[in-house]
């Protein structure tokens, strides 16, 4: 089991940036991927961002790529989301998750079902 806590979220203008925090404990070492969601008021939670423990391979939603980028800190066990021109429409619950038992290797799942251990999240509200 991981133990996933999200920092970071607030209040923003349109235009503006914020920085995502998640920090990971407890058997750290399983931890394949590490990925971001985000889910809005009456939305379905939906893929953001991962990033892969070792190699350091990245993938992103077609609606933040060039905008956001996700890094991480392996001494540290911890990956942020450092997020740039953000919309309103970015608005939402962004959720930290750990994904421990990958269906297949070098590749990098966005689907929530792939992803194990889930953080409380942190809201991040845009004003237009």
């Known amino acids: 089991q991981v133990q996933l806590v999200e920092s970071g979220g607030g209040l923003v203008q349109a235009g503006g940036s914020l920085r995502l925090s998640c920090a990971a404990s407890?058997?750290?070492?399983?931890?394949?991927?590490m990925g971001w969601f985000r889910q809005a008021p009456g939305k379905e939670r939906e893929f953001v961002a991962a990033i892969r423990s070792s190699a350091g391979t990245t993938r992103y939603a077609d609606s933040v790529k060039g905008r956001f980028t996700i890094s991480r800190d392996n001494a540290k066990n911890t990956v942020h989301l450092q997020m740039n021109s953000l919309k309103s429409e970015d608005t939402a619950v962004y959720y930290c998750?750990?994904?421990?038992?990958?269906?297949?290797?070098?590749?990098?799942?966005?689907?929530?079902?792939?992803?194990?251990?889930w953080g409380q999240g942190t809201q991040v509200s845009v004003s237009s």
């Open positions: 407890g058997r750290t070492s399983s931890i394949y991927a």
């Open positions: 998750a750990a994904d421990r038992t990958p269906l297949r290797y070098r590749t990098i799942a966005v689907s929530i079902n792939e992803y194990e251990d």
